[in-house]
Nanobody, 124 residues
């Protein structure tokens, strides 16, 4: 059974940087597209970033484009989200997700496996 475990969240001031990571286990990592989503209090979960199963193609929501970078290390079965120039509106629980045999997708419905989430709080 695939399991995803996020780590690296925390509290940071606006304008700062933070990196979160997601460790994948229980399957063949390179067969999965990976994505990051976030959910702020009282709001629905939204797409943040995605990377395809070979790592050469990425996509971002307009709200984070140019500030966030998604990457993956297949040797470590880990996907990362580097977040720079953070804003208070980036405050949310960040979830990683895995989509089996999907080249890449920004749709949460296509991701079968989800992590437990990690809190990112950006103070103003």
């Amino acid at each position: 059974q695939v399991q995803l475990v996020e780590s690296g969240g925390g509290l940071v001031q606006a304008g700062g940087s933070l990196s979160v990571s997601c460790k994948f286990s229980g399957g063949t990592f390179r067969n999965y597209a990976m994505g990051w989503f976030r959910q702020a209090p009282g709001k629905e979960r939204t797409f943040v970033a995605a990377i395809n199963w070979r790592g050469g193609i990425t996509d971002y929501s307009d709200s984070v484009k140019g500030r966030f970078t998604i990457s993956r290390d297949d040797a470590k079965n880990t996907v990362y989200l580097q977040m720079n120039f953070l804003k208070p509106e980036d405050t949310a629980v960040y979830y990683c997700a895995a989509a089996y045999l999907v080249a890449m997708t920004t749709s949460g419905d296509r991701y079968k496996y989800w992590g437990q989430g990690t809190q990112v709080t950006v103070s103003s």
